[in-house]
């Protein structure tokens, strides 16, 4: 992937983590998506679940630094958490989580715009995509 890219999303990421509440927000809008969302993140402890987000977004980042290795490399024990055997997470999940996230991203990045929103993109999608394969 561009080097660009993986430096606005980079910036970006740094900017959001900045923001008091980033994650909240974006479970927020998440969980307001749809009550199938809302149904699998029921029993959640979010404190250990705004973590684990917080570190996919790193894990995500190295996947999409070498785009053919990386998601394997970073992305294994995730994707696994995440498939039919586990906590079965669909495609129809994907699409609500990364709607939700690009809009918590424009309310919290005072620097948002086609750039910025094209970097959270391509990143984001090298794993969705890599998770979807393991589904």
């Known amino acids: 992937m561009d080097e660009k ?3 606005t999303f980079e910036d ?10 980033f994650l909240d927000r ?3 809008r998440f969980l307001a998506s ?5 149904e699998k993140f029921a029993i959640t402890d979010f404190v250990r679940q705004k973590r684990a987000l917080r570190a996919s977004f790193h894990y995500m980042l190295l996947a999409a630094q070498d785009e053919e290795k990386g998601p394997e490399k970073y992305l294994k024990d995730l994707a696994e958490l995440h498939s ?3 906590f ?9 989580w990364l709607d939700s996230l690009l809009a918590t991203i ?3 990045d005072p620097q948002f ?3 910025v929103e094209e970097a959270w993109e391509s990143v984001m999608m090298v794993g969705i995509r890599y998770m979807l394969s393991r589904y």
């Open 5 to 7: 890219i993986l430096a």
């Open 12 to 21: 970006s990421l740094r900017r959001c983590n900045a923001v008091h509440g």
């Open 26 to 28: 974006f479970y927020e």
């Open 34 to 38: 749809s009550p199938k969302v809302r």
């Open 84 to 86: 039919r055997r586990e």
């Open 88 to 96: 079965n997470i669909g495609s129809e999940f994907y699409d609500l």
């Open 106 to 108: 424009q309310e919290c």
């Open 113 to 115: 715009g086609p750039e």
